[in-house]
């Protein structure tokens, strides 16, 4: 994690060994992980619109307030896509793409972080997983739920659900489906249904997905 030097990339300041627990410490990011902010912001909107101002103007004004533009958005993902293919060229795979593992700054800028699952891997061979271990089924490609295996290829259908996180204000990937239902492969058509119904983020995912 030292090694990183990438503006969408968390920044290690230091690793505290002297005492228990060890720590290692990172830049601060004011707006804490991404799916929190997007939640926060998605509830206040929701408060503005239900109590805002008599005034129809106003009301409107303080429902934009609390939320962001499309624009805004694209550009969150836009900084994540190129912290992952800094990453990517490192020959680091993730493995744990998500938006829970977004950090956000006062800026908005979105840094990727939580390396716990990261693996170096010489000329982007396949990375298998030991029998047992745990992945995040929800976020996790096909052919890695099947064989246990991780690509930088994988890591791309990852960002592909965070992108649905983001248009959907930090929404659960598939819903309610459970992790059997999401690891047959059946969600694709549910996500793109419900995606992006309050931002227009629909074309954006079928774009992606596409």
Same mark, same amino acid.
């Given at each position: 994690? +030292?090694?990183?030097?990438?503006?969408?990339?968390?920044?290690? *300041?230091?690793?505290?060994?002297?005492?228990?627990?060890?720590?290692? @410490?990172?830049?601060?990011?004011?707006?804490?992980?991404?799916? !929190? %902010?997007?939640?926060?912001?998605?509830?206040? =909107?929701?408060?503005? %619109?239900?109590?805002?101002?008599?005034?129809? +103007?106003?009301?409107? $004004?303080?429902?934009?307030?609390?939320?962001?533009?499309?624009?805004?958005?694209?550009?969150?993902?836009? &900084?994540?896509?190129?912290?992952?293919?800094?990453?990517?060229?490192?020959?680091?795979?993730?493995?744990?793409?998500?938006? $829970?593992?977004?950090?956000?700054? #006062?800026?908005?800028?979105?840094?990727?972080? /939580?390396? &716990?699952?990261?693996?170096?891997?010489?000329? /982007?061979?396949? %990375?298998?997983?030991?029998? +047992?271990?745990?992945?995040?089924?929800?976020?996790?490609?096909?052919?890695?739920?099947?064989? $246990?295996? %991780?690509? !930088?290829?994988? /890591?791309?259908? #990852?960002?592909?659900?965070?992108?649905?996180?983001?248009?959907?204000?930090? *929404?659960?990937?598939?819903?309610?489906?459970?992790?059997?239902?999401? #690891?047959?492969?059946?969600?694709?058509? =549910?996500?793109?249904?419900?995606?992006?119904? $309050?931002? &227009?983020? &629909?074309? @954006?995912? /079928?774009?992606?997905?596409?």
């Amino acid at each position: 994690m +030292g090694q990183f030097d990438h503006p969408n990339v968390i920044h290690l *300041e230091g690793v505290v060994t002297k005492s228990s627990p060890v720590m290692i @410490i990172t830049e601060f990011m004011e707006n804490g992980s991404l799916d !929190s %902010f997007l939640r926060v912001r998605n509830m206040q =909107e929701n408060i503005w %619109f239900r109590h805002g101002s008599v005034a129809s +103007g106003d009301t409107v $004004r303080q429902q934009n307030d609390g939320q962001f533009t499309v624009i805004q958005l694209v550009g969150m993902l836009r &900084g994540i896509a190129a912290g992952m293919k800094y990453l990517a060229d490192m020959n680091y795979v993730h493995r744990d793409l998500a938006a $829970r593992n977004i950090l956000v700054n #006062s800026n908005l800028v979105c840094k990727v972080s /939580d390396f &716990g699952l990261s693996r170096f891997l010489n000329c /982007d061979i396949i %990375f298998s997983v030991l029998q +047992g271990g745990k992945i995040p089924i929800r976020w996790t490609a096909p052919e890695a739920i099947q064989y $246990r295996k %991780f690509t !930088s290829a994988s /890591d791309v259908w #990852s960002y592909g659900i965070v992108m649905w996180e983001v248009m959907s204000y930090g *929404e659960r990937p598939y819903w309610d489906m459970t992790n059997q239902d999401v #690891s047959g492969c059946r969600g694709t058509s =549910e996500m793109r249904r419900h995606s992006g119904a $309050r931002t &227009g983020g &629909g074309e @954006i995912w /079928d774009e992606a997905i596409n």
